[in-house]
């Protein structure tokens, strides 16, 4: 299992950027996935999941109506697109898949929210 996550960045507040995850070494359409978020001195939390189809999603009260998670199937990706961005909101972003019982992590991609 892989996961390689990109399109992090800095960002002014108010701003908006859109993460993806490319995932290989899996049957990607067949599982859940989600995205997770680690501010420094924080412990990881999550941030928004999808089940395998798409057809529901789940998201952290802090970034309700904010942020949206999507995937694409055919082309093994998951998405976070994120609009109003705070400074809270800065992180590093990992996404996520339990396969076969065991937590897979990607590398993580830097979120930093500043004016």
């Known amino acids: 299992v892989q996961l390689v996550e990109s399109g992090g960045g800095l960002v002014q507040p108010g701003g908006s950027l859109r993460l993806s995850c490319a995932a290989s070494?899996?049957?990607?359409?067949?599982?859940?996935m989600s995205w997770y978020r680690q501010a420094p001195g924080k412990e990881r939390e999550s941030v928004a999941g999808?089940?395998?189809?798409?057809?529901?999603?789940n998201y952290a009260d802090s970034v309700k109506g904010r942020f949206t998670i999507s995937r694409d199937n055919p082309k093994n990706t998951v998405y976070l697109q994120m609009n109003s961005l705070k400074p809270e909101d800065t992180a590093v972003y990992y996404c996520?898949?339990?396969?076969?019982?065991?937590?897979?992590w990607g590398q993580g991609t830097q979120v930093t929210v500043s004016s």
């Open positions: 999808i089940t395998s189809a798409g057809g529901s999603r």
């Open positions: 070494g899996f049957t990607f359409s067949s599982y859940a």
């Open positions: 996520n898949a339990i396969v076969g019982g065991r937590y897979y």
